[in-house]
Each structure stands twice: as C-alpha cells, then as structure tokens.
Nanobody, 124 residues
Framework: QLQASGGGLVQAGGSLRLSCSASGHTVSRYEMAWFRQAPGKEREFVDAIRWSGTTSYTDSVKGRFSISRENAKNTAYLQMNNLKPEDTAVYYC????????????????????WGQGTLVTVSS
C-alpha cells in the first residue's frame, strides 16, 4: 500500500515536500515515481528514482523539483520549490517492478502500484 501526503495550498514561488510511504512490502529495490494530473488533463510524469539513485524528470520541473528516497523508511519524497500555478494537480506516487529501464521511467503503464494521490494547489 502506498500513502502519498504533503499536498496543500501554497502561493506561487513557495515550496512543498510530498512524501510517499510504502507499507506491507519493502520497496528499496524498486523504482519510485511521481506523476500528476491537472483538472481536465491526462496524467503526466514528473520525476522518478531507481533503487540505484538514478533519477529522471520531466523538463517542466527541471531545477525546481527533486526526488529522493529513504529506503530505511520505505519512503520517497518530492521536494518542490518555486512552485507555479501550472503545477496545480493531484500528485500520485507509484512503484515499479524493479526492472524498469531508463527509457520507461516516464511511462505510467510501467508502474503496477499506485497511491491515492495528494492535491497540490498553487495560487498566483
């Protein structure tokens, strides 16, 4: 089970840190990722981290968002800085199968396990 938390309302330019905690299974050897879905839009990839620490992110968050993981706590984080109104969305965490190649990290269909989402609202 994946539990996403940390969302909320923040002004443009502000910061939030999302957490994704896994329970019932150790995920230290699995990929963890964040996707988001804005109202009326399709779910899109945000950031991902492999068990080795290799990361992948979408260009729109480059230099602003950073993914990390704390395997001892079975948790991944998404640090979001300099938030913009266009970052407003429900953010979902996902866990892969441990065998994802780099080019598939941004594909939602590659992740079999999903959390329930946490809402991030950025006001202008």
């Amino acid at each position: 089970q994946l539990q996403a938390s940390g969302g909320g309302l923040v002004q443009a330019g502000g910061s939030l840190r999302l957490s994704c905690s896994a329970s019932g299974h150790t995920v230290s050897r699995y990929e963890m990722a964040w996707f988001r879905q804005a109202p009326g839009k399709e779910r899109e990839f945000v950031d991902a981290i492999r068990w080795s620490g290799t990361t992948s992110y979408t260009d729109s968050v480059k230099g602003r968002f950073s993914i990390s993981r704390e395997n001892a706590k079975n948790t991944a984080y998404l640090q979001m800085n300099n938030l913009k109104p266009e970052d407003t969305a429900v953010y979902y965490c996902a866990v892969g199968n441990g065998r994802l190649i780099l080019s598939s990290l941004n594909r939602a269909e590659a992740y079999p396990y999903w959390g329930q989402g946490t809402l991030v609202t950025v006001s202008s």
